[in-house]
Structures are given as structure tokens and as C-alpha cells.
């Protein structure tokens, strides 16, 4: 079932609902309350289904293969180009890219950085469509909340914009945008201002 993000753009997951009220007041303030989104699967089993089948649907495919396989090479790729990932165990295997997409301050712009990391990451999806890319936006504390949580929109997009100009589908595609509200650094310096302006990567497998 997909989750409800309290912070919902244009872009985001079919299924997200405004709430009542100002959203910047129930913007998520700790990691934890930013999951990955989790996809559907169309096929319906009955009670007693569910029942015989929940211990091995977790750990396997339709066709029997382990869930993780596919994810396990696409680590082995990524470790290939060079590109820092770390691994999240779930319910599957999810791959949080280490290095972040940065951008200058109150500007929405690729850098030459970024869209090296982008063209990396284009030639392991590419040939994956079983695969998702999921685009958070965030901010520094500069300026405006408002015009924060937009500009950590636009950032997303413009990720996903790139991504899908060089060819990926979008419905490998995901972005959403968090705004000011969870900084991985200290907003009290420039630097750190600096490291919150950014667009961090997830990848994770939507079919299998």
C-alpha cells in the first residue's frame, strides 16, 4: 500500500492527500518519518493465500529467484563506476547512493558533479526497468520555509528532468521535496549550509 507523505508536489506518488492546515507544520522532522515509498503489487491473493504464502513472498520472486539478486548486481555496478552507496535491508533491498546531488544556494541547477554522478547511475537503470529512482529535494534554512519546500521541489524535478532527457522511463522516477526540514549538516555555517542543498538518491526494485 502506498504511504502518505505529509509533504505532497505536482510530481509526487499517485495517491498522496493534502492535509487539513498549514503542511509546513507537519513536515517530517527526523528521517524516520520520510520512508521510502512502497509500490503496489497488482496481483490479489486471497486470506488463506496470504496465509501459506507471507514467509516465502518475502524473501522470493514469482519465479522463485531471491528478491535481493538483482539488487545485489546492480551493487556490484555501481561499485564498478566508482559510485559510494550504502545498503538498507527491509523487506527488500534498498541502495541510498552516498554522494548527494548539490546545488548553489536558492538555485536549482545541475552542476558538471552532478550530472556525472546522474550519467552513472543512467547507464545502471537504463537497462533495468524493474528498477525506481527515488529523488528527495532538501534545503539549507535560508530564507522563506515556503519558498524553501518549493525550491526543494524544483530541485528534485530537475534531477528527474535530466534523468528522463537521457532516456530513462518515468516510471522509474520519483521525486519528492522536503524542503528545510531535515538538514544532514549544521545550518549554522557555510559549509554546512552548503552539504543541505542537496537531492539525495535511493534506488530500489518496483517489480520483480
Sequence with gaps: MLRIISLCTS????????HGGNLLDTAPKTKSDTPYPTFEDPYTETTEQENTTDATRALTGPNGELKDDDMRKVSEQLTDLGVVYHEVSGDQLVISI??????????????????NLLD???????????LALVLD??????????????????RSNEVRRYLLTNKLNASQ?????FGE????CDNETMLGR????R?????????W
Design 181 to 184: 526540514y531535515l538538514p544532514l
Design 98 to 115: 552516498q554522494e548527494k546531488v548539490h546545488f548553489s544556494s536558492a538555485k536549482a541547477e545541475l552542476t558538471p558533479l552532478a550530472t
Design 137 to 154: 529535494g532538501h534545503t539549507d534554512v535560508t530564507g522563506n520555509p515556503i519558498k524553501n519546500q518549493n525550491l526543494s521541489e524544483m
Design 120 to 130: 552513472k547511475l543512467i547507464s545502471v537503470m537504463s537497462t533495468k526497468p524493474e
Design 194 to 197: 552548503k552539504c543541505n542543498r
Design 199 to 207: 537531492v539525495e538518491i535511493t534506488i530500489l526494485k518496483i517489480h
Design 173 to 177: 522516477l520519483y521525486s519528492r521535496g
Design 11 to 18: 510530481l509526487l506518488l499517485v495517491g498522496c492527500v493534502q
